[in-house]
């Protein structure tokens, strides 16, 4: 039996020029075709899904399964998009790039749109926040290296921004959307991609994570002393022999893994304790006496050890729980109509393709241009639906 499958392998090496020119005049068609018909909001919707980006990507010419869509398109993107005529910026990139925002974002949204400070600090926090989030809050074993976001003349926003595995070389794409976030804390994404489903996630943005939340906050603004016992006793029970208890406590089940059992004994390493914590850090935040979840992440300096540290202590000490999930959504990864490995989202994939389908057909471009575009998408729908 054959599964269509979306995979973002690792992929060196740059697009060739030609191929940039040819996307960047095709991208700035179809965009403005979408941006005229639905409107900015609606465009940035359809970039923050990740079926419609990996499509986008594959009608512009690019490999339909390549980490490299991610880095290539919102590249196009940012030398198509014009704010005089699509009323879009885009800001940020891989590597260094990433870390412009903080000076674009300001310069970008005076300069075009003239947003009051309070949107501009709006911007500003959303594209820090869902870069520490991904890091740092969903500890899925991706490191992020690309981060861009696209915004508005109203401040709406949308942020892609992806991670790498060193392990097994694969790539993972995190998509936000403004109108989604109803708090950065709990289940904010719009979508993720990625080929695999880790076990043993720690993800503290899971509705299942909020009481675990709570208690990180308590335990951190409490006596330091308190916290540093808690690391200890916490320590102890993850190197004694203690972990035969602890292994039946935490998961009394076996874990069913690509078909086959696994004892979860093995999988008690994923609760280790960092091994380095910065006691200055939790004196400083200590002293700041954050009021939630969401202000304690955001502290400069907070990082994946000081989160996970405190939340195997509201586990392994309080008894509260954090999700250890992973939140990719395999809907948007891949899937067969044959409803293995689980079902399709055929409406959702349709209702994708006719966006770009009407897009490229108003689009301003020459008659060869448009039915190349047109045979890159029925290819994509082609992989995507085929299974034997």
Request: hydrophobic fraction near 35%; charged fraction near 20%; include cysteine.
């Amino acid at each position: 039996m054959k599964t269509s499958v979306i995979n973002l392998p690792l992929h060196g090496g740059h697009a060739p020029q030609y191929l940039i020119r040819r996307m960047i005049k095709l991208s700035y068609s179809i965009a403005k075709v979408m941006i005229d018909e639905y409107g900015q909001q609606e465009f940035l919707r359809r970039l923050s899904d990740p079926l419609w980006f990996q499509a986008f990507g594959c009608v512009l010419g690019f490999d339909w399964h390549s980490s490299g869509v991610t880095t290539v398109v919102t590249g196009v993107l940012n030398q198509a998009l014009k704010e005089d005529v699509h009323g879009i910026s885009i800001v940020g990139g891989k590597g260094k790039k990433s870390t412009t925002t903080k000076n674009d974002i300001p310069k970008l949204a005076e300069m075009h749109y003239n947003l009051s400070s309070a949107k501009i600090n709006d911007l500003l926090y959303a594209s820090r926040m869902a870069a520490k989030i991904d890091n740092t809050a969903v500890q899925d074993g991706y490191s992020l290296y690309h981060h861009v976001i696209l915004f508005d003349k109203n401040g709406n926003w949308a942020i892609i921004q992806q991670g790498m595995n060193q392990v097994n070389r694969m790539a993972r794409r995190y998509h936000w959307i403004s109108d989604k976030v109803k708090s950065f804390i709990l289940e904010p994404h719009s979508g993720i991609i990625s080929n695999y489903k880790s076990a043993n996630v720690l993800n503290m943005t899971s509705i299942n994570s909020k009481d675990n939340q709570s208690i990180c906050v308590d335990i951190i603004t409490d006596n330091i002393d308190n916290l540093r016992s808690s690391v200890h006793k916490v320590t102890h029970i993850l190197t004694s022999d203690s972990r035969n208890t602890l292994d039946t406590w935490l998961m009394p089940e076996k874990l069913v893994l690509n078909s086959q059992h696994i004892d979860n004994y093995n999988l008690i390493e994923h609760y280790g304790m960092p091994r380095k914590l910065d006691w200055n850090l939790f004196r400083r935040i200590y002293d700041i006496q954050p009021q939630d979840y969401e202000e304690l992440l955001s502290i400069p300096g907070v990082g994946p050890a000081t989160i996970r540290s405190l939340s195997l202590i509201g586990e392994l000490i309080y008894g509260t729980k954090a999700s250890w999930q992973d939140p990719v959504k395999f809907n948007f990864a891949h899937g067969g109509k044959d409803g293995v490995p689980y079902p399709i989202a055929r409406k959702i994939y349709d209702k994708s393709i006719s966006y770009l389908e009407s897009a490229i057909e108003g689009a301003e471009i020459e008659r060869d241009e448009r039915i190349r575009a047109l045979k890159k998408l029925a290819e994509y729908s082609e992989r995507i639906f085929e299974c034997n």
